[in-house]
């Protein structure tokens, strides 16, 4: 269907763009225009401008939001939740709202029809399963082939938060573009080993800061907390405490907070029982999404309506987690596109128009794109 092209914010807190409750039509609307660059800027001069760090710490109770991130006490909800009359009746409603990318495939592919698709993927939790382990988080033979299959039609990006060397030799597939550090690092497609093919890293300043960071939580988290990891992504950092005990889990924020005092130029967010520590710059998987559209050749300008030619791609994006919701309020901000959330449970406050359950879904949905421009 399409040739390749040429080679924000706290989410401990997931915006209120959303709104709950509200129904989400497909396709979104058209919104204003999202604020930073897009069409040739450079990923540096997008990312100059730092965020307020004190409206970002702004949150009601980081332990509660730690808590809710757990799949254990999703598990619990709706078990409890099932003694309810209204139970099924709000699973339902959400599904209305945030209906199974695979149930309502032909409504993608129609809205699809005419334009060039470009297709973003997360990886922990969409294209592997969550894992205690972080270093054992590997996608299947199966994936894989449904990755490479999709990535031989359309131009593929994996945006994660991890370090996009991790990513790589998670996927090991060289035709794809990977955009790790939660996309302040962008590789495009490449067979060589060398920078050659690094299109963007706006927080290239901070791998110092960060290094000395990582040091100190090291000592003093991983060092004394049992259970607890802090995974080094290069140009941020994941303090993992998916096997801390619970009754530990306000140790791991405390002691990361007293590290960060250290560090007033970076931020923590939060990811599913994982604390993200990242440069103060405004830059996210939103804006790699936007940087990648722009570098494939896609002015996202024009889908706000400035009467310049129409943008013609149709970004489908999949991810799991709190941090891809940058990625689906650009999406609706773009007014074209799918954002696909998986999750086997209903979550409020998503942009994403779409759901599936697993990595399960994800490879099937994969499939069922490629066969369509077969």
């Given at each position: 269907?399409?040739?390749?092209g ?19 039509s497909?396709?979104?609307?058209r ?13 540096k001069?997008?990312a ?5 760090l ?14 809710a991130?757990?799949?254990r ?21 959400w599904m209305?709202?945030?209906p199974?990318?695979?149930g ?31 270093d ?15 990535a031989?039609?359309f131009?593929?990006?994996i ?5 996009r ?18 996309g302040?690092d ?6 060589t ?10 927080a ?10 990582h040091?100190?939580l ?5 060092g ?19 096997r801390?005990?619970e ?10 907070k ?9 931020r ?5 029982k ?10 996210d ?23 310049e030619?129409?943008d013609?791609?149709f ?5 799991d987690?709190?941090?891809d ?13 799918a954002g ?35």
């Amino acid at each position: 269907m399409t040739k390749h092209g040429a080679v924000v914010v706290p989410e401990d807190a997931v915006a209120a763009a959303a709104g709950g409750g509200r129904h989400f039509s497909f396709p979104p609307p058209r919104t204003a225009a999202m604020g930073g660059g897009g069409g040739g800027e450079s990923c540096k001069k997008l990312a100059a401008q730092q965020i307020d760090l004190g409206a970002a710490a702004v949150v009601t109770s980081w332990l509660d939001s730690m808590k809710a991130s757990s799949p254990r006490h999703r598990l619990m909800a709706p078990a409890v939740a099932a003694a309810g009359a209204g139970a099924d009746a709000e699973h339902d409603e959400w599904m209305e709202k945030h209906p199974s990318a695979l149930g309502k495939f032909e409504a993608v592919a129609a809205a699809a029809k005419g334009k060039r698709i470009v297709v973003f993927l997360d990886y922990d939790g969409t294209l592997s399963p969550i894992v205690d382990d972080p270093d054992r988080a590997v996608m299947t033979d199966e994936m894989r082939d449904a990755v490479r299959g999709v990535a031989a039609r359309f131009p593929t990006a994996i945006v994660s938060g991890r370090c996009r060397d991790k990513v790589f030799s998670f996927v090991k597939l060289e035709e794809l573009y990977y955009a790790g550090s939660h996309g302040m690092d962008i590789q495009g497609p490449t067979s060589t080993k060398d920078d050659s093919s690094v299109l963007c890293q706006p927080a290239r300043e901070f791998l110092p800061m960060i290094e000395e960071a990582h040091a100190a939580l090291e000592a003093r988290v991983e060092g004394v907390i049992p259970g607890a990891k802090v995974e080094n992504n290069r140009f941020c950092l994941s303090v993992h405490f998916r096997r801390v005990d619970e009754r530990r889990w306000g140790a791991v924020l405390e002691a990361t907070k007293a590290v960060l005092r250290g560090f007033p130029r970076l931020r923590m967010t939060q990811g599913r029982k994982v604390l993200e520590i990242r440069p103060s710059i405004r830059w996210d998987k939103g804006e790699a999404l936007r940087f990648l559209l722009s570098n494939l050749g896609f002015d996202s300008s024009a889908a706000a309506g400035d009467g310049e030619e129409e943008d013609d791609a149709f970004p489908i994006y999949i991810g799991d987690d709190r941090t891809d919701e940058d990625a689906f309020r650009v999406l609706r901000a773009r007014g074209q596109g799918a954002g696909i959330l998986v999750t086997r449970f209903p979550k409020e406050e998503t942009c994403a128009g779409f759901s599936l359950r697993d990595p399960t879904e994800v490879k099937d949905f994969l499939r069922k794109l490629a066969a369509t421009a077969a």
